[in-house]
């Protein structure tokens, strides 16, 4: 679904996010020529409405409509490189699920126990009961957001999030599915191999939290035509390969 942006009926298309941002704690200065625009606005980010597409797996700290607003588009309505870069602070790693099972306070949620390379699985709730077949889940590889701060959900703590991708009507949903030769654990990155080596480090579950990079990244997420998981012209990609969707093409990611 494509990210509609509401403010008071202007532009904003030719300001950039920094700007916006420093609007938002530091209005301009009476002398500025936008002050008198912007004085009914108040605070930009205050007026702002986006409409992305639902989460299906239940992300612990997103709506289905975000708040944040996203970054300014080129021309040809591709990411600016901030938004790669902000895609790589997400730890989206890749997983396999143990076990999964039904919840017992929530008709339309699965618990799954993920091994996403550490000592320990982790638990994760996700909405996929009326999607995806139970026995579909038992020990598959998955895509894992994993910096996102825990959430109880119906007295179940979930840490984390899986990735899926959804047509247009959000009738049909799968999960991204990793390469055969990834293991637990290897994390995943968009670009190329200079991307890999240059990869930051995630950011903290509070810092994609305040800074609201998940909402920031998502509504560039989609697959291509080829069912290649992307943000914009760059790949999701593992060490071994690329992630992909098994039939969905040209569809949203969340």
Request: aromatic letters at 4%; proline letters at 8%; charged letters at 20%.
């Amino acid at each position: 679904m494509a990210t509609t942006i509401v403010l008071k009926g202007l532009s904003i298309s030719s300001y950039s996010l920094p700007l916006l941002r420093s609007w938002k704690t530091r209005p301009p200065a009476p002398s500025h020529p936008m002050t008198r625009s912007l004085k009914a606005l108040f605070l930009p980010y205050n007026r702002i409405i986006l409409r992305g597409c639902p989460s299906f797996c239940v992300s612990p700290n997103v709506n289905a409509e975000a708040t944040a607003q996203p970054e300014r588009e080129t021309d040809n309505n591709e990411p600016t490189d901030n938004i790669k870069y902000a895609a790589n602070l997400l730890d989206i790693r890749v997983g396999r699920i143990i076990k999964a099972w039904r919840h017992e306070e929530a008709d339309s949620l699965y618990v799954e126990e993920v091994d996403v390379g550490e000592p320990q699985p982790r638990i994760i709730c996700s909405g996929l009961v009326n999607y995806i077949p139970l026995n579909l889940l038992q020990d598959t590889k998955v895509v894992v957001l994993a910096n996102l701060k825990p959430r109880n959900m119906r007295g179940v703590k979930s840490c984390g999030m899986l990735m899926a991708a959804s047509d247009a009507s959000h009738q049909n949903v799968e999960l991204l599915v990793p390469p055969a030769a990834s293991v637990p654990g290897d994390r995943i990155w968009f670009g190329n191999k200079h991307d890999q080596d240059n990869q930051p480090d995630p950011a903290t579950p509070s810092q994609v939290q305040k800074k609201k990079i998940w909402e920031l990244v998502q509504p560039h997420l989609k697959t291509d035509a080829s069912r290649n998981a992307m943000i914009g012209e760059h790949l999701m990609q593992t060490s071994a390969g690329v992630v992909v969707c098994k039939s969905l093409k040209n569809a949203n990611i969340s």
